[in-house]
């Protein structure tokens, strides 16, 4: 065999070979850590509004509100404590796997989220919205009826807005995650 030959046999190979494409799959990993970050951002105001509110109405005088604050401030850092996880997970993915192994990776990931939108976040929910029913009861006993009854309303509206997001989401992660498991 002459240089030639080999010369073409390797630019043959060379052009054959396809490099896949990681700039969408780049892109779509951003895209999911750019939401977690809005996520964690909304989370984190919440819990220091609510822990500013704990110390304004001096809640740890009292058992009632004592234990009303605490949970919904619980309920708030345990889900930014998910959302740092998730994010941690989700950063340890190697997009220049390859693609069975990147995708078993995001398989994973997913089912791991699907495990907590089925488990864990319903369970905050209810916990936070205790929380929230055993502040209304010293809401009740200590405010207007009127400002009480904005709260309410504003409670009720919030929390339906924040439940379509979160079905919003899940439903989004579970469409990605039959996608995943069906290529």
């Known amino acids: ?20 494409d990681f700039t969408p799959t780049q892109q779509k990993l951003q895209k999911i850590r750019k939401e977690q970050r809005i996520t964690q951002f909304i989370l984190g105001i919440t819990g220091i509004v609510l822990i500013a509110f704990f110390f304004y109405i001096s809640a740890y005088k009292f058992s009632g509100t004592l234990l009303g604050m ?6 708030i850092i345990i889900r930014v404590w998910i959302e740092v996880k998730s994010r941690q997970t989700l950063r340890k993915i190697n997009v220049l796997l390859s693609l069975e192994d990147f995708k078993a990776q995001l398989i994973s990931y997913y089912e791991n989220r699907k495990k907590l939108a089925f ?15 055993i502040m ?25 807005v924040l439940f379509y997001f979160i079905r919003k989401q899940v439903l989004q992660e579970l469409k990605t995650l039959k996608s995943l498991q069906e290529a």
Do not use: C, H
């Not at 488990?119 to 029913?133: A, E, K, Q, S």
């Open 1 to 20: 065999m002459e240089f030639k030959d080999i010369q073409n046999t390797w630019q043959q190979q060379s052009e054959q070979t396809n490099i896949p």
């Open 136 to 160: 209304m009861y010293y809401f009740y006993q200590y405010i207007s009826r009127g400002f009480f009854y904005y709260i309410v309303i504003s409670y009720a509206v919030s929390f339906v």
């Open 70 to 75: 605490s949970l919904l401030i619980g309920v």
């Open 119 to 133: 488990t864990t976040i319903p369970i905050l929910l209810i916990v936070y919205n205790i929380g929230v029913g």
